[in-house]
């Protein structure tokens, strides 16, 4: 009797095990992932060109060697630099320059492989206008001289992106009776000069204020028949919100704008992008289009996101998806996005800053901006730190985007292979963790030798190592903190 008790025991208990092996290999193997990004073997048509992450004032308003070296620690190599007509021809007589302090300011804002974009601007006073804000007096005039400083530019570092003028659709082009009608003379003026001062380089603008401005301003640039011929890219701000969230703006509150199907980031550059390949210039269907300068406001005041430790390299991440995911949507991705900025004089934007200072406020050195100050990155830096440093994802050698994967649970996504790996990153606007969320990459057009994660989260980035096999197709499982990006990779050594 014992026996056959004993053997019924055993029995049920083996019978049970098995049941309970069968439901584990059923949930872990049989079901779907919850994200499966599909590589295409490697065939995608988005590519996008190295450089393209980058921010302003490397080597001008951020002077010092610390400054500059935090930034290209992390490979982020674009800048934005400005190029001053008015300073370097004080007098607005082009056989008498002043050469010394942009020199100086080029040599500091291309060292050690940053690749500036350069902005044109600035009128002689008295002699072409009232400040150097000002539409100037004689447009032919001011584009020789402007071509003669493009010229010398070119001789010391050929081949640079020039943008002309910064926000010409605002008080930025002053003492102007028409904004657009004379920015159109300036461009028409400077673009015949341009191919001859600079063979190998692009010429561009007019870096809008206002993405409301678009249609017109873009509409007009590349179609007028004396500037069409010369639009070699285009150049927008976006800034999604402003003064009217301010001085409390709540996270919730930026990232509903910076989503907003009609009025946010992805929606004005998309808008923007599309009115330039409906112009007449060369090359319309594929003239590059530039993000000279973004952030989340435009107003010179600290807000609750901009900086933030958790916040800040979280919205940047956020923008980054954006951008990119606008190619499998339909539209070509930026050729360029630079930040707004690394350091900035006034305070409120910067991706770094004196040590112990009001991350809010990014503090700036007290007197101005020597040239042996000592800046620390701030946590937005880690944004880029994450898609720059070739220790975590490598993109600024260049990448290929992919459509981007639907995701659950109110999470963004985007994906992209670069030469020899597979990455998609995952953002958790809100508050809720994710735990035990199943990642599927497949066609990855490799055989992976190598897997890893890294964890953008409250202020710190941390990489780890993953197991992968080494098919065509791999399933890995994560978790995403709240208010985290996390970024899964899988390559070839």
Partial sequence: MKSKFKYLFLFVLLTTICMAFVLWLIYHHGKPADITADFGDRTSTITIPPDFFGTGGVGSTVSSQTGIDNMTNVRLLGNRIWINVNTIFPTGDVNAPSWSAWDNQLKRGTQNGLDPLITVWGTPAPTLGVQACSM???????????????????????????????????????????????????????????????????????????????????????????????????????????????????????????????????????????????????????????????????????????????????????????????????????????????????????????????????????????????????????AYQLFCDPTYLNMENGFSVVNPPAAPNSLLTTAFYTAKANSVVIINPTATAVSGLRVKLSHLGIHPTYGDQSVLSNGTLVKSDLKVSSGNSVTLTTDVPAYSTVALTVGQS
């Fill in 136 to 382: 100037p007096t004689d447009v032919n005039k001011w584009a020789k001289l402007a071509a003669a400083a493009i010229k010398h530019t070119d001789a010391i570092k050929p081949g640079l992106w020039y943008e002309l003028w910064n926000e010409p659709d605002t008080g930025s082009l002053c003492n102007s009776t028409n904004y657009l009608n004379d920015y159109l003379r300036l461009y028409g003026a400077l673009g015949p000069l341009f191919r001859a001062a600079s063979p190998t380089g692009k010429f561009g603008g007019p870096a809008l204020a206002s993405s409301a401005n678009t249609t017109s301003w873009i509409g007009a640039l590349t179609t007028n028949a004396s500037t069409a011929p010369y639009v070699e890219f285009t150049s927008l701000h976006i800034y999604i919100t402003g003064s009217w969230l301010l001085p409390n703006m709540t996270w919730q509150q930026a990232y509903d704008t910076t989503q907003n199907p009609t009025a946010g980031l992805a929606y004005y550059y998309r808008l923007f992008e599309q009115t330039t390949h409906k112009g007449t210039q060369p090359n319309a269907a594929t003239t590059p289009t530039v993000i000279s300068e973004y952030n989340t406001n435009y107003v010179y005041s600290p807000n609750n996101v901009q900086n933030d430790a958790i916040y800040g390299p979280l919205w940047n991440t956020v923008a980054v998806a954006d951008f990119l995911n606008n190619g499998p949507q339909g539209s070509v991705p930026p050729a360029k996005i630079i930040h707004f900025m690394s350091g900035d004089s006034k305070g409120y934007f910067c991706l770094e800053g004196v040590a112990n200072g009001d991350l809010k406020a990014c503090k700036q050195p007290t007197d101005g901006q020597p040239y042996n100050a000592v800046y620390v990155p701030y946590p937005t830096l880690l």
